[in-house]
């Protein structure tokens, strides 16, 4: 449970660092990249560990799924309430069956 709650924690970061952006298109574009980065950098003091401690029970196939789902996830609440985007019915469509492919990674 640890690494899918430091993943979910690393996920928050990135998504902050590679679209938080977005709602401050008057910035220059150097400095959203140099504080994309310092948010970056957080999301990578959250992921190593996270997948050091993952790997102990789940196989990098694993880790990474588990890693994109939480992704989908974590977009689509900040799509949402940050971006104030509609959250469509084919973004969800799409969604599904990406998480449908996850099911398959941890069939037996």
Known sequence: MTAIILLTLS???MTFAWYG???FKESP???VILISWF????EYCLQV???RIGHSQFSAAQLKTIQEVITL???A???VFYLKEDFK???LVGFSFIALGAFFIFRK
């Open 39 to 42: 948010i970056a950098f957080f």
């Open 11 to 13: 996920n928050i970061f």
């Open 29 to 31: 574009l150097f400095k």
């Open 21 to 23: 952006h977005l709602k």
């Open 49 to 51: 560990p996270a997948n």
């Open 77 to 79: 609440f900040f799509s």
């Open 73 to 75: 996830v974590v977009f």
């Open 89 to 91: 019915w084919n973004t």
